[in-house]
């Protein structure tokens, strides 16, 4: 496991990346800002599920 100056180094990357993502998504799709809340809502209930 990382250490914690690495995790949140990896934590802030992954944050950049995903709102990379959300951005590219919208600009694809149309989608309003709530929709995309809507889609990291429903990714994170998935993922407490799974762990």
């Not at 309003?32 to 809340?37: H, I, N, P, Y």
Request: hydrophobic letters at 35%.
């Amino acid at each position: 496991m990382a250490n914690p100056d690495q995790q949140t180094i990896l934590m802030e990357q992954a944050y950049e990346e995903i709102k990379e993502i959300c951005h590219k998504f919208q600009e694809d799709s149309g989608a309003s800002d709530m929709e995309v809340k809507t889609l990291l809502r429903e990714l994170a209930r998935v993922w407490e599920k799974e762990n």
